[in-house]
Each structure stands twice: as structure tokens, then as C-alpha cells.
């Protein structure tokens, strides 16, 4: 089994960019792939709840991301720098997603046989 990790650093509406990360993680994680996911950036806007898209005429991410436990997606991490950059606390984020340092990262990535950055 090979591990891939796919890094998102792009705010959920907007772009494609997010949602692109999350049907990758799923996509992986349906051929049997052990997957991991990491916010970083921007990228940790998608981890607060209570989005409403339907305004910017877009489809909730965060209904997708709900699902990433079913596909045994379940490590999940962001950078814990990002979210203090944005004045985000951690007990404000709807996934169950661990802090990692910059070093923390620099290691998580190092143990990849795959990494993606959408």
C-alpha cells in the first residue's frame, strides 16, 4: 500500500482548487491507498463549519469532507502556523484534523510515496 498525501492550500469557494484536493484524497483512498490530507494556507479556511456557499451559487465542500472518514481518510492535519496566521483557534474547526509544526510537516512528507499539492 503506497501513502499519499495531498496538501491543500487554497480557500474552499473560489476555485476548484479545494474540492479538486478532496476528490483526490477520495479517489486514493477507493483503490485501497493509505491517505493523508493537509491543510496549510489558505487551505485551513476549509476546516470551519457553518460555510454557506449557496450564496456564491456554489456546492458545500465541507458535505464532501464529512465523507473522508467513510474512505478511511482519517489523517488529517493542518499548519498550525496557517490557522494562527488567520487568527483561526482550533476548538472554531468542524474536522478532527491534529496541528503539525513546519517541521512536523517537512517529516509527514518525507514518509509520502506520493505527495499532491492541489
Do not use: W
Request: glycine fraction near 4%; charged fraction near 20%; proline fraction near 4%.
Amino acid at each position: 500500500m503506497k501513502q499519499f498525501l495531498v496538501i491543500t492550500s487554497s480557500a474552499p469557494y473560489g476555485s476548484a482548487q479545494a474540492r479538486e484536493a478532496t476528490d483526490l484524497a477520495l479517489a486514493a483512498a477507493l483503490f485501497d491507498q493509505k491517505v493523508s490530507l493537509l491543510f496549510q494556507g489558505d487551505g485551513v479556511f476549509q476546516l470551519l463549519p457553518d460555510q454557506n456557499p449557496a450564496v456564491i451559487e456554489q456546492k458545500n465542500l465541507s458535505a464532501m469532507q464529512q465523507a473522508l472518514p467513510l474512505y478511511d481518510v482519517e489523517d488529517l492535519f493542518y499548519c498550525a502556523d496557517s490557522l494562527e496566521e488567520r487568527g483561526i483557534t482550533q476548538d472554531k474547526l468542524a474536522l478532527p484534523a491534529k496541528a503539525l509544526s513546519r517541521s512536523e510537516i517537512a517529516l509527514l512528507i518525507r514518509q509520502q510515496d506520493h505527495i499532491f499539492h492541489v
